[in-house]
Structures are given as C-alpha cells and as structure tokens.
C-alpha cells in the first residue's frame, strides 16, 4: 500500500465519503472510485456493474469491486439514471487500478437532483478526510 | 541450521490427466456381457464416447502416486492451523470405515437388515449429547456449515411455531466465518457485534442489541481468538430474556471436552465438526460432518428420518415429526465419517477425550508462552486450545503476516491460519493440537523464531518465499482475472 | 494412549516454561460455574483389538454382498470398484490435508481437483463445474436457490419425478425463505408432464434424468419450455454412470446441472458420503456456491493451481456470499476422478451400456412372470414394475433367501400402489437375476 503522498486527487472531480469519485458534464456526472480505494483493494479482479437504464438514489449500491480476498459495494454518489456503464472493465479490470480517474472510470448517470454535487467534497477537503 | 525438518528432494514432474491418454488402453478389466445385447434408442444415446482419456493402470497409479507426493497431510509434518483443529487421524478409524458392513450397506435396507449402521448412529448421538451437555442429536448435516444451517433453521422453525418470526441474529466478531452466511440462508440479518478489550464479548454489549426482533445469538465458544467466552451464563440470561435461543459453534470444542458442558451453559442448540474434534481426515476440504444437537424443548424440530427404538428394542428410522425442519441431505448424511469418529471415541473413553482437550491447551500455551517475546501478542487473556498473534512488530520491515506463513513452508511447516479473526490485524493464529510432541513444537517455534530475526536481517528472503517447494508463489490476481477452470 | 505422545516429564516442562502451577491451572479463564462437575458418562476406552472386535460385530448386523444381492438403487448404486481407486485416494497426503489454501504445498489436491472440475464438465456437457458439493440433493437445492439469484424470481417448479428425497431437501432449504415450489406430475410413459404448468414467474424448472422411475426425460424438450419463460432448466440426476452413455444435460440446453456422483468409485457407505456434482454456463460462474479451482503460474512461469473466485465464497462475502458451503466432499470428487481416470472414456460408455442390457434382461424377466413395467419411456438402468398384491410377501421371504428384490415406491406416490422400483448394474450376473425369477415365479 502507498502513502498517501503517493497517491493523485485531481481537483476536476468531486470526491464522496465512500471513496467514489463523480465528474461533473452538465447534467450527467461520470462516476469511479478514487486512487486511494483502488490502493486499498490492492489489484483489482472483478467489477460488477449495473445495466443501463438502472435508477438509484444517493448512497444506492450500484455495483461490487473486488479484489483476490476483498469485496468492495459501490455507492453512488449521486442519484440518477445509469446512461452508460464502462464494459471495458468485464476484461480488463486492472484499468481501475492502473487509471482510476481514466480509463478505470465505472458508470455515466443522468442527474436527477445535480445540487447533490455540491454536497460532495472537493480534492482538498477529501484530502483531509484521509488524513483524518 | 540444525535438525531442519524441510530440505530439498527429488520430486518428479506430472503431466495434466488427458496428457497421459493413449486411445485403446483401458484401466480396468470390464465384465463382459452375460446378457443379450438392449441397444438404447438413437434419441437419447451421445454420439460417441464421453471425452475423458484412457488410461492404463500403470499411467493411472503413477500419476495420483506423484501428484500426493506434492501434497503436504497431517501425516507429513506439523498443521497448526487455528480453528480447524489438524490433529492426527488415527489408522484404526479408516480400518473400521473399510469393514464391507459399513461401505457396502445400502441405505434403504430394510430395517432388521441394517440394525449395525442404526446402532452405531445411536451411539453416537448418545455419546455427542454426554460429551456436550445437550438433550438429543441429527447426525445428519454434512458439515460444520451444514450444521450451522440445521441450526438456524430450528431457530427459524421455532419462531414460526410461535407465532411470530424474528430476523435478526446476533455475531460477535470473533465467530467463525461461516456464521453470517448461515444466518443469511434463513433470512436472518446478522447484527455484528464488537468483543471486549479481552478478548472476549460483553454481556452488555448483548443487552444494547438484543430485542423481541432478534432470533438470538450465534457464538463460538472458545472463539476464534482461542479464547473462553467467561460472560457466556450472563449472555444466555439475556437472550432468553427477550425470548430468543443461543445458537453455539462448536468447531472449537477440543478445547473442552470434559471440561465444560455447553448444555450446562445456556446452550440451546449446537453444533460439532467430527472431521475436527473427532480426528476424522479432512481429505482437502471434505468430507466433513456436523452434528446438531439441541435441548430437550427443541427435540421436536430436529432434521428427519430419525433413528427410533420400537418397543422390541430394535432400532428403525422415523419421518413422523410434524414439527421437523426436513431432511438435510439424500439419505441420512456422512455415516462412514460417523465410524471413525464413533472409533475414536471408543479408543479413547472419557478420560481420553479430556486429556486430549487438556493436552491441546497445554500445547497452545507453550506454543504462546514461547512465542510472545518475538511475535506481537493482540491479546494478553490466557488461551485456550489456539494462540493468536499478529505481524505488527514487522511491519517497520515490510514483512506481513503472508510472508510469514510462506517461510513457515521452507522451514517444513504447515503455514497457521492467517488473517483471520478479522479484528486482529494481519493475524496468525496458531493451533497445535494435542497430538504434536514437545520437540516437534520446539522445532516449530525455533522456526519461527528464526523467520522472525530473518524479518530483521532479510526481508527480501521472506517476500520471495517459499523457494523450496515445487512452485513458488503463484499469481491469485491473474487466475481471478481470467479464470481457467477446465482443461 | 498411543495418539499423546507428551511423556510426564515434557509435560513438566512445558508448564515451567508456560510458568503455570498444572494443566488444571491453564484453564482459569472458565469461570468455575461453567465447569462441568464429574466425569463423563461414556464406555471405557477399548484397545486396537477390541476395537476391531467391537466394530466388526456392529458392522455385522448390516446384510451386504455376497449375502444379500441388491435388485434396489434409488439413488446409491452397487458399482464395482477397482482396487487401485482407493489405494490411490487413501494415500494419507491427500486424505490428511486440509483444503488447499497454502497453494504451494497443495498442488497434489489442487491439480486433481482440476482434472476432476473438467471430467466433470465435459460429462455433463457444462462449462464450469465446482470443487464438489455434499451430495446430489443439496447440489440441487443450492442450484435453485442459485436460479432465483440469478433471475430475480422466487418461484421454482420441480418435477414429481425427481428423487422423492431430493425434493425433500429442496423444501428443507427454500421454506425459511418463502420461496414457493410447485410439483410438476408425470405422464403415463414415465416422464415429467408439464401440461398446465405455468412456467412464466418460474425462476427454474428442475428435472431428473434418468428421473427416479428410471426413465430418461426428453432434457431439450424442457429446455425449450423453460427458456421460453425466461427461465433456467437444472437438471439433476442420481446415477452418474449414466452419463457414460446418455446425451450429457448440458448439450441438450441445461443451464446448471446439479446430481449425485456416488457411482464413480464411492462406496455406498449407507448413503454417505457421496459426491454432489454441480456445473453451469460460464455466465453462471459468479453465482456458484462453493470452491473452484483454476489455472495461473506462478512467480517463475511454472504452471499451477490455486483456489480462485473466492469473492463468491462466505469467508468473504459472509451474509452476501452464494452459499455457507465450507468443507465441501473434496476427497470424494478425487476418488470419483481416480475412478474416471481408471475406466476411460472407452470403458465408461462399455460400462454403462452392460448396466443398461442387465436391466432390459432383468424387465424383460420380470414381465414374463406377470410383472410388466409400468412406463413406457426409455430407461437405464432402473424401471418400475406393476406387481400382483400377493408380491409384497414374496419379497419379506425373498429377504431371509439373500435378495432384495426392487424398492416399493407407494410411500411416495400414493397412486402407485404395488409398484415396485428396480435397478440391476454390472454386479448382478445373469444367474443372480434367473435366480431370482425362478424364486418368484408362481
């Protein structure tokens, strides 16, 4: 595991308590986890995902992540309808670990309430949040 | 080093099964056909063959021949594997489970034709129910698992007789692993709850959550950090208070044979695991067996067919039990592993059966008491049959817990359960058993010893271990990835 | 006793070193109300020899071959077993470890296990097959609860057909649940009829084949109708030899298939242990109860084997995981792969096809006599007879002569009243079952 000096929090995303991170593109938001919960599963083996088309609420499960000895439920930061879901991943799982802000990202959902951004953190705040 | 128990020999490569095939050979010598010849319709006969390959006796015995010498038994060496109790599985027992009486009785005999195979289920019952302080025993599910589901499914049924279904259940977070999804099968949630500073749970941490919507708890008792449940008299008036059952795992029960009675505890219902206590071989995952035994107000939901004894005296199988919860497995459960559990205890009488227990504790303790200058100790609480430890002092040199374990092989040693129980970090925990000898265990702890000043002076030795085996560590993270199950 | 090898003095010790006064002392952490007062109650500890003594008499009081010659399976079948199957599979490294999570020094599980996943698998025409299950019955039931997982339905449809004990394990394992089962009858040939069966909230249908008359069920047929509903078809069956020679259930559009693999190389042990066989779809994978094992290399290259998939499993997923499956019946899916090994594919489909010519000699019999079959459809190596009432004390004395002569099924099916279920394998010879005719003909 890295320290937490090692690990990326770009300031273009929008961070949650549950380590899930959602970019904001007008009314839709791209949704992944973070550089550091990728960091705490270690590699990553499996990600579940929905369909598209599913609808959830702030805090849902929407998915499952996992790792060799770990399962990881993924809450979705916002609440919405699933417009896309990233199926690169079915084979190729370690993008999350590789490029979690990237080519790791997990789903694109169309916003129901987008004022729920502004109850997420930004890099700094989540930043201090790791450091307790 | 002296007197290593592992060094390095010659081990002979082995190719997959279907490698070995030749078209044409066979294994056995079939019977030809005394019969005239009653072809299968077109329309549910395969085209051809199954695709499996043939083989000649000789390919056949040097292949397993060769794949059990890459394999590391009890027989072998040293399994101290906490909470899964590897002691030695005595010779005897596979004598007595070989007589053709047992291996070739078939289930449905009538009943004056299979008195030997009832007798034996009855003694054994009578025996578990003496040894654990409970009222009546099913030798029926095939597991400690299955045990557990027995368990929770009398739980569910009593509840249903009630008239008011309950849903929750109680965990500490010291229980075994299956625990949770046992509980799930049955609908129940599981309600985690934290131990004490001991070790060990509070019964206040009971009272805080224990409601009219809670089925009751699921303890293991000793639990998983080898420890005895002292609060447990506390706990139990607590449960039954709100009108709910205490539900104990007994996988650890070789610490207390003849020295506690969980029926005597406020135990209601139970389960054992013969192919643990009872010295039956664990086979590389199976088979088991997990009795259920219960309190007497519990009897009526037992699992059926039920061994019965007429007014004769003879003994036969019975499904009148309104109140039962079913049938568990296809006929009445693991009855060769019932043998050799029911040899064991007649090889070893009451007396034996303590001193087992007190030896596996006797064993742990010096095991711990060798051990806590070099390891970290999480928990100072005196231990029962297994010790825990866990890899804190190591981690200042990048040595966890799996390096450790992966060592203990280059030294001839089964690793010890690791990272389990979950509330010791990177925990190894460590359960001897009574059958090893105080100088395999001083080799055992010397090794142990060494791997951790090899942490200090080598760390690079321990992340590349094991380097004495057949392969070295393999990769978990690409088998997950892109499984391949089949060849 | 020769299994505590600590003399008096180790003992002694090992206390000095622990810094306790007594054995009785490192128990101080039970408090004194929880100590059991007195010894126990149990029979004195009997030595080698009279243990074998003791053992042989119990084992004694059971009628085996060669006094007694079995017409009966129902689900444990008299198979011969080839001397070098337990030889091999008592070899005490692979009897006496554990489940195989320390790979390195498990590979001799590890890879037979592998081989025995993809016997398995191409067997029963699936493309995954797990690590074992306890027995065929609870394979089954776990593999509906699996089905309602994986279709989001709750309700399962079962067939009559389906060993009268299975579909008890069935209704053991569903009930807490609520999940509810309808039975599904059987027609006049001997084979599930689904005639007013609603199958379009079902999430699976399950059938037996060969089923418990013996008959061999028309899978594709079941499969399509199962399809059709957005349902899954689990097929499950009793007499593994049979998949020597039949269709395998998988080709012919079974999901997951779930049944008993005792007659590989297992004794019948009075029904235990046995060997739950379970395989599915590769799309299923996720949703299988118990272990797995795959293929990967390890640090240098070398090929290996290791536990995989574990995420599904309880240790791991706990309240969410896809069973409580732990201990599994490992050492017997080894056995049966020993066994499978031994036979060959050659001598597999030879085997099975004289299983079935003993029993169309043994019918063709028994309907000489006045006791014709009942069912039409085909069958292996079971069938079910219609005998006159006289028959059921024919059969008590045919007992104190050495046979057991067919299994009477009215218990479970009322409507089929002095009938009797037979099944004749390659132990029976042809003398055995004239034998037996000219006992009971009039």
């Known amino acids: 595991m890295?320290?937490?000096?090692?690990?990326?929090?770009?300031?273009?995303?929008?961070?949650?308590?549950?380590?899930?991170?959602?970019?904001?593109?007008?009314?839709?938001?791209?949704?992944?986890?973070?550089?550091?919960?990728?960091?705490?599963l270690g590699d990553v083996v499996y990600v579940e995902l929905p369909k598209v088309g599913a609808r959830f609420e702030k805090g849902d499960v929407f998915g499952t992540v996992e790792s060799v000895k770990a399962v990881s439920e993924l809450f979705s930061p916002l609440s919405g309808e699933v417009v896309a879901v990233n199926t690169t991943l079915e084979n190729t799982p370690d993008l999350v670990n590789s490029d979690p802000y990237g080519e790791g990202w997990m789903m694109r959902i169309r916003c129901s309430q987008p004022a729920q951004f502004e109850e997420m953190m930004t890099s700094d705040a989540y930043l201090a949040m790791l450091k307790g | 080093m002296k007197n290593e128990t592992a060094t390095s020999g010659l081990s002979l490569n082995e190719p997959l099964l279907w490698e070995r095939g030749r078209k044409g050979r066979c294994g056995v010598d079939l019977p030809g056909d005394d019969v005239p010849q009653s072809p299968l319709p077109e329309e549910v006969r395969a085209s051809g063959p199954p695709d499996i390959p043939d083989l000649a006796e000789i390919d056949v015995v040097r292949h397993y021949t060769r794949l059990s010498t890459w394999n590391f038994g009890v027989d072998t060496g040293m399994y101290p594997l906490g909470s899964c109790t590897m002691k030695y599985n005595p010779k005897t027992n596979e004598r007595q489970a070989g007589l053709a009486g047992f291996c070739n009785a078939h289930p449905l005999l009538p009943e004056n034709l299979s008195q030997g195979a009832l007798r034996l289920m009855a003694k054994l019952q009578t025996d578990l129910c003496e040894i654990t302080g409970m009222d009546a025993a099913s030798l029926q599910p095939a597991a400690g698992a299955h045990g557990e589901l027995a368990g929770m499914l009398i739980l569910h049924a009593y509840f249903a007789g009630k008239g008011k279904q309950r849903h929750k259940i109680i965990i500490p977070d010291t229980a075994h692993g299956t625990n949770p999804a046992s509980a799930a099968l049955c609908g129940f949630r599981p309600v985690a709850v934290p131990s004490g500073p001991d070790g060990i749970l509070l019964a206040e941490t009971v009272r805080d959550v224990m409601d009219e919507d809670t089925a009751g708890i699921m303890l293991t008792n000793p639990n998983t950090l080898g420890l005895f449940e002292?609060?447990?008299?506390?706990?139990?008036?607590?449960?039954?208070?709100?009108?709910?059952?205490?539900?104990?795992?007994?996988?650890?029960l070789n610490a207390l044979m003849g020295i506690v009675r969980m029926g005597c505890i406020g135990v209601d219902v139970m389960h054992l695991n013969l192919h643990k206590t009872f010295s039956t071989p664990h086979g590389g995952g199976g088979p088991g067996a997990g009795p259920v035994l219960v309190k007497k107000f519990l009897d009526p939901f037992l699992p059926v067919p039920r061994v019965i004894r007429n007014d004769d005296g003879s003994l036969a199988l019975s499904e009148d039990f309104p109140f039962s919860i079913g049938r568990l497995v296809g006929f009445f459960g693991h009855f060769l592993v019932w043998v050799r559990a029911y040899s064991y205890i007649r090889s070893l009488g009451p007396e034996g059966l303590k001193r087992a227990s007190q030896l596996a504790v006797l064993?742990?303790?010096?095991?711990?008491?060798?051990?806590?200058?070099?390891?970290?100790?999480?928990?100072?609480?005196?231990?029962?049959?297994?010790?825990?430890?866990?890899?804190?002092?190591?981690?200042?040199?990048?040595v966890s817990t799996l390096d450790v374990a992966k060592r203990l092989m280059d030294h001839g040693f089964h690793p010890p359960t690791i990272y389990f129980p979950l509330v010791v970090h990177g925990s190894l925990m460590i359960e001897p058993t009574e059958t090893e000898s105080k100088e395999e265990i001083d080799r055992f702890v010397d090794a142990m010893i060494n791997i951790a000043a090899e942490a200090k002076s080598n760390p690079d030795l321990l992340h590349a271990a094991p380097c004495r085996t057949r392969v070295t560590r393999l990769d978990e993270v690409e088998a997950a990835r892109r499984p391949c199950l089949v060849g | 006793m020769r299994y505590f090898p600590h003399t008096e003095e180790d003992i002694g010790r090992m206390l000095e070193t622990i810094g306790a006064g007594s054995i009785d002392a490192l128990f101080s952490g039970i408090p004194p109300d929880c100590r059991s007062d007195g010894a126990m109650h149990l029979a004195e500890p009997l030595c080698e020899w009279d243990l074998d003594r003791t053992m042989s008499d119990l084992a004694k009081e059971n009628a085996v071959w060669p006094d007694l010659?079995?017409?009966?399976?129902?689900?444990?079948?008299?198979?011969?077993?080839?001397?070098?199957?337990?030889?091999?599979?008592?070899?005490?490294?692979?009897?006496?470890?554990?489940?195989?999570?320390?790979?390195?020094?498990?590979?001799?599980?590890?890879?037979?296990?592998?081989e025995y996943?993809?016997?398995?698998?191409?067997?029963?025409?699936?493309?995954?097959?797990?690590?074992?299950?306890?027995?065929?019955?609870?394979?089954?039931?776990?593999?509906?609860?699996?089905?309602?997982?994986?279709?989001?339905?709750?309700?399962?449809?079962?067939?009559?057909?389906?060993?009268?004990?299975?579909?008890?394990?069935?209704?053991?394992?569903?009930?807490?649940?609520?999940?509810?089962?309808?039975?599904?009858?059987?027609?006049?040939?001997?084979?599930?009829?689904?005639?007013?069966?609603?199958?379009?909230?079902?999430a699976a249908l399950a059938v037996q084949s060969p089923n418990f008359f013996g008959c061999i069920e028309p899978l594709s047929r079941f499969a399509t109708a199962a399809h059709d509903a957005g349902a899954l078809l689990v097929a499950s069956f009793t007499e593994a030899l049979s998949l020597g020679i039949l269709k395998s259930p998988g080709s012919q559009g079974a999901d997951i298939v779930a049944?008993?693999?005792?007659?590989?190389?297992?004794?019948?042990?009075?029904?235990?242990?046995?060997?739950?066989?379970?395989?599915?779809?590769?799309?299923?994978?996720?949703?299988?109860?118990?272990?797995?094992?795959?293929?990967?290399?390890?640090?240098?290259?070398?090929?290996?084997?290791?536990?995989?998939?574990?995420?599904?499993?309880?240790?791991?997923?706990?309240?969410?995981?896809?069973?409580?499956?732990?201990?599994?019946?490992?050492?017997?899916?080894?056995?049966?792969?020993?066994?499978?090994?031994?036979?060959?594919?050659?001598?597999?489909?030879?085997?099975?096809?004289t299983n079935h010519n003993k029993a169309a000699y043994l019918a063709a019999s028994l309907e000489t006599i006045g006791m014709p079959r009942r069912f039409s459809a085909p069958f292996f190596n079971e069938f079910v007879i219609q005998a006159p009432p006289a028959f059921a004390s024919i059969r008590q004395d045919l007992l104190q002569k050495g046979f057991l002569a067919g299994l009477p099924i009215e218990r479970h099916y009322p409507e089929l009243k002095n009938h009797y279920l037979f099944c004749a394998t390659e132990t029976l010879s042809r003398w055995d079952m004239d034998q037996l005719i000219a006992e009971v003909r009039p």
């Open chain 3, 259 to 353: 049944g008993e693999g005792q007659s590989f190389g297992l004794p019948m042990g009075f029904g235990g242990p046995g060997l739950g066989m379970l395989g599915a779809r590769q799309d299923l994978v996720r949703t299988l109860p118990g272990r797995l094992i795959g293929k990967t290399k390890d640090r240098n290259g070398k090929p290996g084997f290791v536990l995989t998939l574990a995420t599904r499993e309880q240790h791991i997923r706990r309240e969410k995981a896809t069973s409580n499956i732990c201990s599994n019946n490992g050492h017997c899916a080894l056995t049966a792969a020993i066994y499978l090994a031994s036979v060959g594919s050659a001598g597999l489909r030879s085997l099975a096809r």
């Open chain 1, 2 to 40: 890295k320290d937490i000096s090692e690990l990326r929090f770009p300031d273009t995303v929008h961070y949650a308590t549950d380590h899930e991170w959602a970019k904001r593109e007008a009314d839709q938001a791209i949704v992944g986890i973070s550089d550091y919960a990728q960091d705490q």
């Open chain 2, 230 to 252: 002292a609060h447990i008299p506390e706990i139990s008036r607590i449960v039954h208070e709100k009108g709910g059952l205490v539900y104990a795992d007994g996988a650890n």
């Open chain 3, 69 to 114: 010659r079995l017409f009966v399976g129902a689900g444990r079948y008299s198979h011969q077993i080839p001397a070098v199957v337990p030889a091999l599979a008592t070899r005490s490294e692979f009897l006496t470890a554990y489940t195989p999570y320390q790979p390195e020094i498990s590979q001799g599980t590890l890879q037979a296990i592998y």
């Open chain 2, 363 to 398: 064993n742990a303790n010096y095991i711990r008491a060798r051990l806590k200058d070099t390891y970290h100790l999480p928990y100072e609480t005196p231990c029962l049959h297994e010790c825990v430890f866990s890899d804190k002092d190591l981690t200042p040199y990048k």
């Open chain 3, 117 to 202: 996943q993809t016997l398995a698998a191409r067997l029963m025409g699936v493309d995954v097959v797990t690590a074992s299950h306890y027995d065929g019955a609870t394979a089954l039931a776990e593999s509906l609860l699996m089905a309602i997982r994986k279709t989001g339905k709750s309700r399962v449809v079962v067939s009559r057909a389906i060993h009268p004990h299975f579909r008890q394990v069935i209704r053991t394992y569903l009930k807490p649940t609520g999940y509810p089962v309808t039975e599904a009858g059987f027609t006049n040939e001997g084979i599930t009829d689904l005639s007013g069966i609603d199958l379009t909230d079902a």
